[in-house]
């Protein structure tokens, strides 16, 4: 009986010196802030456009730091999502349907385009952008800068008469990828 | 002098703990497929176990040894390991958040790395005094990072490798770790214990 | 330094890692003098022929040009301007299909060739040394030169340089199989060579000048050294043939022995690198005045029967060159079944070049080599099929890499998109220069892999970059409006407290509601007597800011007459207001300012009706403003006035306020200017309707 009372306290003994030195760990080594969140931010496409269900790139990257699923940022895409598992050390998943961009665009980048014509100049689709990439002022005719447009077409539903569409970026010799195979390299005899 | 060295040499080539004791195999396979998360894992690894060979042969010599307890080492060991680990955790978590982040699962996992509690228990079957139960814990960790970069090397290569269909993964992977472990054994009389 | 030069007058020379040995194939045009072409009947300019931007137009379609005339200007250091390589005129300004392995359109201008050949007025300048250096480099880039080698730098930038040049190396190796361009140029137009680098001496002052050129050249090394043989500085060094000797770096690392670090230019290390036929452009355009309208192009290959070197007007189709020097197309037996495609035309040489789309691709700056293979010379060109298998680990890639890569590295990292791993590799100093694929005996194309990993990080990074903007954009807008909401419920508080001191002073003065109604009579005097001092603008902020003071607390006294009355009496003072001449300036302030009251308090009063009616007054009055029926205003206002007078006093006088706000409106814009208040109807248009809407 003594033998296993010793026991007990060497153990216990043991255990309270340990956890006292863990306590005392834990307030030496905590942790402030979570420098994870930029990491995060600076792996996401910054289209700000809200898709994810947040507000912005940023309340993205700081949920998915509390624990959000990484598969809801439809302009990033697959790539994103592999990039952001790589980092956390999580398994890559398919995108969210209910976040995957619109398929009848066409799976390349598109930007923002206002039908001039038809604008009246209503100031709606300035609020609604997030990167300030519209010009113009009330009853002015508005148009996009499409250099900084980030296309995530949140300007299209609030425009009251549809003079807004979101159109594919043409394919010019500074975008233009190589396509295998097109020339062959040469085997001289 | 000349003992400890040739612990060291002999506990990091000839008695390799992954490749010819076959302990620690799980991080070995789980944490070995990019170099950096590789180096990462080997750090705290190597810490936890020089740190957890150095306390268990404290409170087996002091605590246990003296009352008779002997029967308590495993649960005691566990006691000591889990201990060192979060606190390793603790640490890393302080220091390098990517590095947590990398590692993952993995570093509360070292609790469970039978290396650990490995190198623990051969202390005291071997009969080391406090010196080498702390270069036997330090060569065995380094043995083990030796190894463990190697291989997340390797398979860094064969990532982007044509490895044929049937082959590709985790199938490739073990087999070059039969091949590291056929290479190890070559080291095999090195070192005369 | 001295050791270099040392070395080199001992012809002595270094070399550089790997390289290839190809056949040449240069006999099939080498032998041949260059022959003129008759003109095109119609020239094809891209805008953009060179590395940097193309420069704005000058021209329309319609115009008559001249040779020699500038059709577009920079307005950039980084572009160059093109011009018009014959007299014609400019039949059409549109996108259409340019040498570039896209095959990409891309905007061209179209000349008509008259067939005159009339050339602009020239200066030709007797005596280049007296020029200064600003002035010739001012020449360099008005004619429009760019790099001839195959980049096309803008060279008015390459030779506009500050630090000090110890070596002018000229470019003359000209090592791409089948390419005889330069070779020919030396042999025939050494002396006009020389003279380029004599400017290009006096430009950059170079402690030395050496002309790298491959010993399989003899004529043109021989009319070189011919050509130098007076001239101390410059020396022809003749280099062992070796692919790709005549690669920038490469050619550095052969006559000096440096070797340019990764990342850098060689004019850190003080060299500059000019290619032959730049420095031949460059006399042309400083001496003769002749911009960089035309160039040697070697055609070549056997499907050509006269493959032979040809002066080229830029613009030129390809098809032109082809048809003068006798290209057969293999298909021509089956002509009823025309074949789905042309047998293949290579731009530039058969190693770095690229197939291009259709015959009538110009010719631009940077085309030097016009190659049409037969099948049996080049089956590779002619099926698309790659015949690549696997890797076999043989290394022979890495020993022939100029670069000192590691080709297979690379492969590896490219197919599996790896871009970390490719810049850690120096996959951006890889030259394109196609050695690696040419030894390797699986046929794997290891340059295209290279050549799409780059575009790809390329364009990684500019999404890279835009991101960081829209972040920075997004940020910033985020702060502004946090900004704004703060400056808005600042004001909100200050316009809650002055009422509260309003209030205040009101009850102070009587607490009953006939002083308030007092008060608000007084007010309406003061106001009267203001007014009459011309404090116009003043005036109307302050009237302004007591109607928005008496409708918010007409919500809170109880007292339903006092309100009426107040409401009357602001009607009032606004109508008076309304009859001084008041400047049209000072009109549009105070009925954008009205504007928004009036929408404030449709929205703040409860009331449903008293909404509409607002709305409806508000639409009459546009309405009105509009077509301008002066007469019917008033009668429209009394029919509002005894549809509400029904309701409640409450009502009423909000119906009051609202009207009187419409009919006040509509005044101020009689007084405005015609033109003016047909610009402004327009525009009122789209936000009265919506706010229309709004209210109901």
Not at chain 1, 164 to 188: F, S
Not at chain 3, 278 to 293: G, M, W
Not at chain 3, 354 to 368: D, M
Request: net charge neutral; hydrophobic share 40%; proline share 5%.
């Amino acid at each position: 009986m003594i033998n296993i009372l010793i026991a007990i306290l060497v153990l216990g003994f043991i255990s309270a010196l340990f956890g006292a030195l863990l306590g005392y760990a834990s307030v030496r080594f905590h942790v402030e802030g979570d420098p994870i969140v930029e990491q995060l931010d600076a792996l996401l496409p910054q289209t700000q456009c809200g898709q994810c269900g947040y507000p912005g790139c940023k309340p993205y990257a700081e949920a998915v730091a509390n624990g959000e699923a990484i598969n809801k940022c439809a302009p990033g895409g697959e790539d994103t999502i592999k990039k952001i598992a790589n980092l956390l050390g999580v398994d890559v998943e398919p995108i969210d349907e209910s976040h995957e961009l619109d398929s009848t665009l066409g799976n390349g980048p598109t930007v923002a385009f206002i039908i001039e014509e038809d604008c009246i100049g209503c100031t709606k689709c300035i609020q609604a952008c997030p990167v300030d990439a519209i010009l113009g002022a009330a009853k002015q005719m508005h148009t996009i800068i499409i250099d900084e447009c980030t296309g995530c077409d949140l300007c299209v539903a609030p425009c009251p008469v549809d003079c807004i569409e979101m159109r594919p970026i043409p394919e010019t010799i500074q975008n233009w990828q190589w396509d295998l195979n097109k020339i062959a390299v040469k085997q001289l005899d | 002098m000349t003992d400890y060295l040739l612990l060291l040499i002999g506990t990091v080539l000839v008695n390799n703990f992954v490749l010819v004791q076959f302990l620690g195999l799980c991080p070995f396979m789980g944490v070995s497929s990019r170099t950096e998360t590789a180096i990462g894992m080997s750090f705290a690894t190597t810490f936890v176990m020089t740190l957890a060979s150095l306390l268990s042969y404290l409170v087996t010599t002091y605590i246990l040894a003296p009352l008779n307890l002997e029967y308590l080492t495993t649960m005691s060991f566990i006691l000591v390991i889990a201990v060192v680990v979060q606190f390793t955790e603790m640490v890393v978590h302080k220091t390098s958040s990517s590095l947590y982040r990398l590692l993952g699962i993995f570093l509360p996992l070292i609790t469970t790395n039978c290396a650990v509690l490995g190198v623990a228990l051969l202390n005291l079957r071997l009969e080391h005094n406090f010196f080498e139960s702390i270069v036997y814990g330090f060569g065995a960790a380094a043995g083990f990072s030796l190894v463990l970069i190697m291989f997340s090397a390797m398979r860094e290569k064969l990532a982007n490798a044509d490895v044929p269909t049937p082959f590709k993964g985790a199938a490739i992977a073990m087999i070059t770790a039969g091949l590291m472990s056929l290479a190890f054994m070559g080291f095999s009389g090195l070192v005369k214990l | 330094m001295e050791s270099i030069i040392e070395r080199i007058l001992q012809n002595k020379f270094w070399n550089f890692h790997g390289g290839i040995h190809p056949p040449e194939q240069k006999t099939l045009t080498s032998g041949k003098p260059i022959k003129q072409l008759p003109l095109p009947k119609q020239l094809i300019l891209p805008l953009q022929q060179h590395i940097g931007r193309q420069g704005d137009l000058l021209v329309k379609v319609g115009d008559k040009v001249l040779k020699g005339q500038a059709l577009t200007q920079s307005s950039n250091p980084m572009a160059v301007p093109v011009h018009a390589p014959t007299s014609g005129t400019i039949s059409a300004i549109r996108k259409s299909a340019i040498a570039h392995p896209s095959g990409l359109s891309e905007l061209c201008i179209f000349i008509d060739v008259d067939g005159d050949d009339t050339w602009k007025t020239r200066e030709i300048c007797e005596d280049f040394t007296k020029l200064n250096k600003q002035k010739i480099i001012q020449k360099i880039a008005d004619a429009g030169i760019a790099g001839m080698g195959g980049a096309g730098f803008p060279t008015h930038i390459k030779v506009n340089t500050k630090p000090e040049i110890n070596f002018l190396i000229i470019n003359a190796a000209e090592c791409e199989p089948y390419i005889t361009a330069d070779d020919l140029l030396m042999c025939e137009q050494s002396e006009a060579i020389i003279d380029g680098i004599k400017i290009l001496e006096q430009l950059l002052n170079p402690a030395f000048i050496l002309i790298g050129i491959e010993d399989n050249k003899p004529r043109a090394i021989k009319a070189l050294q011919h050509a130098t043989k007076n001239i101390e500085k410059i020396s022809v060094c003749v280099l062992p043939t070796k692919y790709p000797t005549g690669g920038e770096k490469q050619l550095i690392k052969i006559l000096t022995g440096k070797e340019v670090k990764s990342g850098t230019l060689p004019i850190h290390s003080g060299i500059v690198v000019q290619n032959v036929a730049t420095c031949f452009a460059i006399s042309d355009a400083v001496i003769n005045d002749i911009p960089l309208i035309r160039r040697v192009v070697t055609v070549t290959g056997q499907a050509v029967s006269k493959p032979q070197n040809v002066w080229a007007l830029l613009g030129t189709p390809v098809n032109h060159l082809l048809e003068h020097t006798g290209f057969v197309t293999e298909h021509d037996s089956s002509k009823a079944n025309p074949p789905v495609t042309s047998p293949p035309v290579i731009m530039g040489g058969p190693l770095m070049g690229f197939s291009i789309l259709n015959e009538f691709v110009p010719i631009v700056k940077t085309s030097n080599c016009i190659l049409a293979p037969s099948r049996a010379e080049m089956p590779s060109a002619f099926d698309n099929n790659s015949s690549e298998v696997e890797c076999i680990r043989c290394g022979q890639c890495a020993d022939v890499c100029p670069s000192q890569l590691l080709p297979q590295e690379l492969q590896w990292s490219a197919k599996a998109k790896d871009h970390q791993q490719l810049n850690k590799l120096n996959l951006f100093d890889c030259i394109d220069c196609g050695a690696c694929a040419y030894v390797c005996p699986s046929k794997i194309p290891l340059v295209q892999y290279y050549r799409i990993a780059k575009a790809e990080i390329r364009q990684q990074q500019q999404l890279d970059l835009k991101a960081e903007k829209a972040k920075s954009r997004f940020e910033a807008r985020k702060l502004r409006l946090e900004k704004d909401k703060n400056a808005r419920e600042e004001k909100h508080k200050k316009a809650a407290a002055a009422r509260k001191i309003a209030m205040s002073k009101r009850s102070a003065d009587g607490g009953s509601a006939s002083s308030a109604v007092a008060a608000a009579l007084a007010r309406v005097k003061a106001k009267k007597k203001a007014k009459s001092n011309d404090e116009l603008s003043v005036f109307s902020i302050e009237k302004a800011e007591s109607s928005s003071v008496l409708s918010v607390s007409s919500d809170e006294v109880t007292d339903e007459k006092s309100q009426v009355k107040a409401a009357i009496a602001r009607a009032k003072a606004k109508r008076l207001a309304k009859k001084d001449d008041v400047s049209t300036l000072k009109v549009a302030n105070k009925d954008s300012e009205e504007k928004e009251k009036t929408i404030k308090t449709v929205k703040t009063v409860d009331d449903k009706k008293a909404k509409i009616a607002a709305a409806v007054a508000k639409a009459k009055a546009k309405a009105k403003k509009e077509q301008q029926p002066e007469q019917s205003l008033p009668s429209s206002n009394e029919k509002e006035v005894k549809a509400t007078s029904t309701k409640t006093d409450d009502k009423k006088a909000r119906i009051a306020a609202a009207v009187a706000k419409a009919k006040a409106k509509a005044k101020a814009k009689k007084t405005q200017e015609k033109d003016q208040l047909a610009v402004m109807s327009n525009e009122a248009h789209a936000p009265f309707k919506s706010s229309n809407e709004e209210s109901e």
